[in-house]
């Protein structure tokens, strides 16, 4: 179909977007033009208002009051050349028909794209290749960067044309020019539109289970959502990730139904959060259809959001495009294809010369009168360029002058009745200034009922730069006051509000401007956008009012979000300066709150003794002020001391749960009785420790108990299951954690699911499967608990070594453990073992006395079962008397009939297999006998089928050296049992131990 139609004396370009009369370009607004140029197209019937919204505008939330506008100044525009024409007919109730008879015709110089795109067939190559490419079912990233005015917005345009033409969905985003926004303002664009072309039911569905969440993040269109009452998220550490998984489980859905492209222009703009969002998606979406594509400004004033977008541009390098200035030749070819005027070579000299090849100053000058382009050919080129600019305002009168500086403060875009307040005049002056600006190509329209904005984002930057200080004060100051006056209590203002009370701080004062930048970098952390929000909190902080309580209330907040964030390490000096300014003002409160940030980093890492002595000093000076507060503070107390000060960690959890239950609130009681729980591993009291993992994971379905916690209580119970042999209730409670790390993305939990699957692997046989789970534990805890992942990690990996996986690299494996963990006894156990399987009598001999000698310290019953088992295998290989006698007085310590590891993270086969090691090698082969058979009796039901192997293989060989009448038979069929289990199992250093043990 021709895209150029002639009707009376008009011409109608839409290849080149021009309107033309007897040859002379009419200026019509962008959108006032889409609306012509599809009603042309169309002139065959009526279209209705639904069709030209969805058509023109996309389908984006628009009144239809913007159609009707846009008709009027159709109307206006051709009435002011032409009278006598009747060019659009309504038909009431159904739409509008174009009149004339319109004729397509070829012109006779014809370009296929639009002027900004001459000279430039590299890129447009480039924009269809990776546009196949995602369409094809890739995903794909393409960013577009150079100066301004170099056209990245058309070049956007041109990837959308591409993109359309491909049979992509297309979703537009962009950020706001020159002012503050609220966090994911270029997605919330992307969300609205979204819900326009699909509804709610679609947009709920592809966002999956964590629609609500984004509802949160998003709060203007929550009610839309169906989340009415949503009012706050929950600022927990996995909440972000949770935000991003919902748009990728999105995008995932929509690109089903056809591939998808997200473009946003002006980056440089953008908010960190909305640029870590895009990068997470790199990362996250493979082979999905989706086009993502952005366009910035590579010299910008906003420095993070430069820095964010250069660690996206390093996910993917050779997405980075940069756009340069046209050639001589270049510049010809725009002159022609955008100007009817026949140039000389002079002229063009002219216009090369003064526009540098950027072709929005190009098109500017060649907007002007030719008579005009009396330009010099001397002088900076920047300097030329901002003339240009400049030139573009000389046509104004002076009230419009004024009132488009004072505009340049609120950004490109802006509300006329903002501008009216601020300047105290009439309403209706304003419009008739911006139609002014309007019909200069200063301003144009935008689709929302009485917006307008700049053409281009370079013209306010250049009226801002003209102001002197005072004068940026003063209508920051006006800008402020009219705001608030216009939309009080408005909440998407509020980065707005705080900006310019920011900026005219000296005006508004300190306190006041305070105020307003802490409410907007806490609106911030409501929306998750955590690094946005540390931003914000930075500027109210460098604002420093003379109240230290409201300045070390900063301190914590900005502390607590850099936790959020993954910046533990800058956050640690801030709760101290802040526990520092509290203590000052002797404010209890504030100091149990800074006291306790430095003890949430480290979480069960043990804490620093300042900060431990930070939070005892917290704990006496609370007193009674804050009993919820006090319980968190003794929770830290006990979770970081659990290792080193056992004493302290028995008496704080004691506390705690005694505060709670007198308190009555379920999620207090749930945590401290897991709390206590985890306390009581350094004592015998097994029965009560299990009464409170039953009291806490019963409590945990109550609504008002916290995710963690419920998380915690999971765990916890999964433990105890372990422990006692109850490997059905331990499978199900693993499968409850999976669920709840999928529900919630804790990273903590998704570790221990996978931990305790990498438990149930290893009990099971599955080495192969194991394998690839230890590796798995190992990348998702390096984040979150960077330790202990890697001890549980080794622990799987030396169990199967242990078994028979690969014993000759184990000796080398638990050497690394014990100088890196001195102080953790089952390691030593376990590096005697290596030594004598390994061939190494002696050290090991000499490794089990320094731990008889220790008395096995430390005695957890988590940790302390496993280093007598280990000891008990390494005394049997080693056929030592005293050691075995040793070694079997603590097991009959071991109440449990399984031996658990790590908070019941691993599992290391029956207790009672162990006794029978050491009876077998003190000679007391009846009653080794019987241990091994209760062994393999509970490893049956455990279904640890590794270790009902060995149990099977240790009681043939006891049943051979005892030779009662039957025994020998006895001692076969066992062997054989054994050896097929292992088969079974294809572990190969396990079924060479028994082939050689059956040749003996």
């Known amino acids: 179909m021709s895209a150029n139609y002639r009707f009376e004396e008009f011409e109608l370009d839409i290849a080149r977007g021009e309107l033309r009369h007897r040859g002379e370009r009419v200026n019509l607004e962008p959108r006032a033009f889409d609306v012509l140029a599809h009603l042309v197209t169309h002139r065959d019937r009526t279209v209705s208002v639904a069709e030209l919204l969805e058509q023109v505008w996309g389908g984006a939330a628009v009144e239809r009051g913007s159609v009707h506008r846009a008709i009027r100044l159709i109307r206006r525009t051709f009435n002011e050349i032409e009278p006598r024409i009747e060019l659009i007919e309504t038909a009431p109730r159904r739409g509008y028909r174009f009149v004339p008879d319109a004729q397509p015709f070829v012109p006779a110089t014809r370009e296929a794209r639009s002027g900004e795109f001459v000279s430039r067939d590299d890129l447009v190559s480039e924009i269809e290749r990776v546009v196949d490419r995602a369409v094809r079912g890739s995903c794909e990233l393409i960013l577009f960067h150079g100066p301004a005015g170099i056209g990245k917005s058309a070049t956007l345009s041109e990837l959308v044309r591409t993109a359309n033409r491909r049979g992509a969905d297309v979703f537009q985003g962009r950020s706001i020019e020159g002012t503050a926004s609220p966090p994911y303002q270029p997605w919330l664009r992307v969300i609205r539109r979204a819900l326009a072309r699909d509804g709610v039911p679609d947009m709920i569905r592809g966002l999956g289970v964590h629609a609500a969440e984004v509802a949160r993040a998003f709060p203007e269109v929550a009610v839309e959502l169906g989340f009415p009452d949503v009012v706050e998220p929950r600022t927990e550490r996995g909440s972000r990730i949770r935000v991003n998984d919902a748009i990728a489980d999105w995008i995932r859905f929509r690109a089903n139904r056809a591939p998808v492209a997200l473009v946003f222009d002006d980056l440089h703009h953008a908010d960190i959060d909305s640029i870590l969002l895009l990068s997470y998606l790199v990362q996250d979406l493979h082979e999905v259809p989706v086009l993502l594509a952005g366009a910035y400004r590579d010299q910008a004033d906003n420095v993070a959001a430069l820095q964010t977008i250069e660690r996206l541009v390093s996910l993917r390098p050779q997405a980075s495009t940069r756009l340069v200035e046209l050639s001589r030749s270049g510049v010809e070819q725009f002159a022609r294809a955008k100007s009817t005027i026949d140039w000389s070579d002079e002229e063009l000299g002219f216009l090369a010369d003064a526009s540098g090849g950027n072709p929005l100053f190009l098109e500017q000058l060649l907007a002007r009168e ?10 900076p080129r920047d300097a030329r360029l901002q003339g240009v600019l400049r030139r573009l305002l000389d046509g104004a009168s002076a009230p419009c002058r004024e009132m488009l500086s004072f505009a340049s403060v609120l950004g490109r875009e802006f509300d006329p009745p903002v501008i009216a307040a601020g300047l105290e005049i009439d309403a209706i002056d304003v419009q008739d200034m911006i139609e002014e600006a309007v019909q200069l190509r200063i301003l144009e329209r935008m689709d929302e009922p009485g917006r307008a904005r700049f053409i281009h984002g370079l013209i306010p930057e250049e009226l801002y730069n003209a102001l002197s200080s005072r004068q940026r004060a003063e209508h920051h100051m006006r800008a402020f006051d009219a705001i608030l006056a216009t939309r009080r209590g408005s909440r998407d203002q509020l980065s707005e509000i705080a900006r310019h009370a920011h900026e005219a701080v000296d005006l508004i004062g300190f306190e006041r401007s305070f105020e307003y930048a802490m409410e907007d970098a806490r609106d911030a952390v409501q929306r998750l956008a955590f690094d946005d929000a540390i931003l914000r909190f930075e500027r109210a902080r460098s604002l420093r009012p003379a109240d230290l309580r409201a300045t070390t209330r900063c301190l914590i907040e900005l502390a607590s979000v850099m936790v959020m964030s993954g910046r533990a390490g800058q956050a640690r000096p801030l709760f101290i300066e802040a526990c520092d300014n509290a203590r000052e003002i002797g404010d209890p409160i504030l100091f149990a709150r800074a006291a306790l940030g430095p003890m949430e980093i480290e979480e069960y890492m043990e804490a620093l003794a300042e900060h431990t002595a930070l939070v005892t000093e917290a704990v006496d000076m609370l007193g009674d002020a804050d009993d ?57 009291r097994r029965d009560e420790r299990r009464a409170l993992a039953r009291e806490a994971n019963e409590i945990a379905g109550h609504h008002s108990v916290a995710a963690r916690d419920r998380g915690t209580a999971l765990r916890v119970a999964a ?36 931990v305790m699957r990498g438990t149930l692997a290893i009990l099971e046989g599955r080495f192969r499967d194991a394998r690839a789970v230890v590796d798995r534990q190992l990348e998702l805890g390096r984040h979150s608990h960077p330790v202990l992942a890697l001890q549980i990690a080794t622990v799987h990996r030396s169990i199967m070594q242990i078994i028979g996986d690969d014993p000759s690299s184990f000796p080398e494996t638990m050497e690394g453990l014990v100088a890196a963990f001195p102080e953790i006894s089952p390691w030593r156990a376990s590096l005697s073992l290596a030594l004598a399987e390994s061939g190494d009598p002696e050290r090991a001999l000499e490794m089990l006395h320094q731990l008889f000698a220790s008395d096995f310290a430390p005695r957890h019953t988590d940790l302390f079962p496993i280093c007598v088992a280990v000891s008990a295998q390494a005394a049997h290989r080693l056929g030592d008397f005293e050691a075995a006698q040793t070694v079997l007085a603590e097991l009959d310590r071991v109440e449990d009939p399984y031996i658990v590891v790590g908070l019941g993270l691993a599992g290391y086969g029956a207790s009672k297999r162990y006794r029978g090691l050491c009876h077998e090698t003190l000679g007391q082969l009846d009653e080794a ?18 270790f009902v192997a060995y149990g099977l293989n240790d009681l043939g060989r006891t049943l051979r050296m005892r030779a009662n009448p039957g025994d020998r038979e006895a001692a076969d069929e066992c062997c054989e049992q054994a050896l097929r289990i292992a088969n079974d199992l294809a572990i190969e250093g396990m079924i060479k131990r028994f082939e050689s043990q059956s040749d003996r």
């Open 628 to 684: 919820a507060l006090k319980i968190h503070l003794l929770e830290a107390l006990t979770r970081t001391g659990y290792y080193q000060h056992r004493e302290r960690c028995l008496r704080a959890s004691e506390e705690a749960l005694t505060i709670a239950r007198e308190l009555g609130e379920p999620s207090l009681i749930c945590s401290s009785a897991v709390n206590r729980s985890e306390a009581l591993g350094w004592t015998d």
């Open 929 to 946: 006998i019987r241990r091994y058979e209760g062994g393999i009796e509970t490893d049956r039901a455990m279904e640890a089928w590794p």
């Open 370 to 379: 030719r008579n005009e382009l009396v330009v010099a050919r001397r002088g």
């Open 719 to 754: 433990r105890e299951a372990l422990a006692g042999a109850d490997c059905a209730t331990y499978r199900f409670h693993v499968n409850r954690i999976e669920e709840f790390a999928r529900e919630h993305r804790f990273a903590y939990f998704d570790w221990t699911a996978s």
